[in-house]
Nanobody
Framework: VQLQASGGGLAQAGGSLRLSCAAS????????IGWFRQAPGEEREGVSC????????YYADSVKGRFTISRDNAKNTVYLQMNSLKPEDTAIYYC?????????????????????????WGQGTQVTVSS
């Protein structure tokens, strides 16, 4: 069971990157997928998540309107399209897989944007945005 995040790199502010999360050893369509990021000295932050069907998506306020999560279950892959990048988006980005999170909110944040629901984690891909 392995998740492989890729697609990170260096981008200028205002630019775009598309991250991919590919699964091996299991069928990704049975899992909800979350994207998380962690900048140096910062706590891990939930960025976005998507339901097993792809019909429900959730975003952190910091990326809403700029990032789009999607999934191609035929390719066993989930994507995170990141547009209008900002220097504060610089972080290591991780994808994670787990059962469908409960439809619960904590302090106004959807439960799927927390790490707790996820069982499997990828190794991370570095995103660096220059100003």
């Amino acid at each position: 069971v392995q998740l492989q995040a890729s697609g990170g790199g260096l981008a200028q502010a205002g630019g775009s990157l598309r991250l991919s999360c590919a699964a091996s050893g299991f069928i990704l369509e049975y899992y909800a997928i979350g994207w998380f990021r962690q900048a140096p000295g910062e706590e891990r932050e939930g960025v976005s998540c998507i339901s097993t069907s792809g019909g429900s998506t959730y975003y952190a306020d910091s990326v809403k309107g700029r990032f789009t999560i999607s999934r191609d279950n035929a390719k066993n892959t989930v994507y995170l399209q990141m547009n209008s990048l900002k220097p504060e988006d610089t972080a290591i980005y991780y994808c994670a897989a787990g059962p469908e999170p409960l439809n619960t909110y904590y302090s106004g944040v959807y439960y799927g944007l927390f790490a707790a629901p996820y069982d499997y984690w990828g190794q991370g891909t570095q995103v660096t945005v220059s100003s």
